[in-house]
């Protein structure tokens, strides 16, 4: 094979005959590095390789496992991906370090209920993943660990282990002979992801990939592999929270909107089943600055604290500081305040919150942030029986949103008496038995009214 050097961007795989300060692809600076890299032959850069004798067959004849799902052993893990593991499907799980990629998979590896899984570790010895699966308290007799980051070795021991599912921990430590790149490379990278999806495609066998997210791009990121795999779920919250969420980016055997959260404690991941109780869990309801939004993520409704902090500001130039809120969706709405509602923009300082460290988007917020304001603004508690769902629109007005039935639904389940919605609600949004529990808003002014006026 005739080996040439090019340019790679590590974050999202680009190549360039020379070198190049930003990646004109993703944007990204300083992600271009050499490689050796053999030359493309037909074939590779992980298409799945066609067997000599494939014939077109009529889709109606095509075979389909599709009913066939493997029980990953956490409820929330398969509704996530649709009802379970789809036998010879690629997954990719990414992550920041220390985010509980290896914890989740070996979690998934201990209590899937299948026959054998491999747990190919490339950065954790056989005795340290032996100490982690003691912490989970799991039985350890189905789940075989190897130590090897060479991509042929692994699938060799592959064809002698036959396992029901393989996991690989980190794709950036493998590597291949094929490829002279160190390991992490893209090239490197690419080439074991496409050994393994060929192996699972041929076996059957559903390969669970670990891949590291860093933010410098000094490491090939899951970008390079996220047109390769089947599924890319992706881990994500706050190393100082307890709490985290994993979210399906793209699923190729079910929906992309869903997301789980789960809680790091001393004995591994606990799933969260009910989010909404746990991120009202230490409210103070007679607390000014504070509103509850029934927002959506995904498909699934969850009540949220939204706290925020005005104040006078001190110097010249306002500050503005949000976590787990846009920060320019919050100028936008304080605007939108400072128009209709008498708010003196200039004169303060806006700190806004989103309790738990969640990270929500949703525009169904925004009632709820504009309630939090006023009500820190005018230093006035907002009633504990109402929660918001709408979004706020330039003019001021209150706008619809999606799947209010459930936001209502769920308000009402955590003991909110109201929700309040745009007024313009679509008809028929709110069945009968939630009537009484929606509560109509069409412009903020009506809020600003409504949180001074009781
Ligand atoms: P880890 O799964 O190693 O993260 P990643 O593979 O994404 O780099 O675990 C991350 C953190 O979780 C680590 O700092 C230790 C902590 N942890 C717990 O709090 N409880 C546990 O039971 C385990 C196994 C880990
Ligand atoms: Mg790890």
Partial sequence: MKQTTVYLCQNCGASSPKWLGKCPQCGQWNTYVEERVAKPTKGRAGLVEVSRNAVPQPLSQVQSSNERRIDSGLEEVNRLLGGGIVPGSMLLLGGEPGIGKSTLSLQIALSATLDRVLYVSGEESANQVKIRADRLA???????VLNE?????????????????????????????AVESSAGSVSQVRECAAGLLRYAKTSGVPVLLIGHINKEGTIAGPKVLEHIVDVVLQFEGDSTHMYRVLRSVKNRFGSTSELAMFEMQGDGLRQITNPSELLLGERDAGL?????????DGARPMLVEVQALVSSAAYGTPQRSTTGFDVRRLNMLLAVLEKRAGFKLATKDVFLNIAGGVRIVDPGIDLA?????????????????????AEVGLSGEVRGVARLEQRIAEGQRLGF???MAAAHAREGAIPQRLKAHYRPIARVEELAKWVLGR
């Fill in 417 to 419: 008496a109201h929700t």
């Fill in 138 to 144: 799991a039985s350890t007799d189905r789940c075989l």
């Fill in 149 to 177: 980051t060479l991509l042929e070795n692994i699938l060799t021991q592959c064809q002698g282990v036959n396992p029901s599912l393989l996991v690989v921990d980190s794709i950036q430590t493998l590597y291949s002979e």
């Fill in 288 to 296: 000014s600055g504070v509103a509850v939004a029934a927002a959506v």
């Fill in 369 to 389: 942030v504009v309630a939090a304001v006023l009500s820190s603004n005018f230093d006035v508690a907002l009633p504990p029986d109402t929660a918001f769902a």
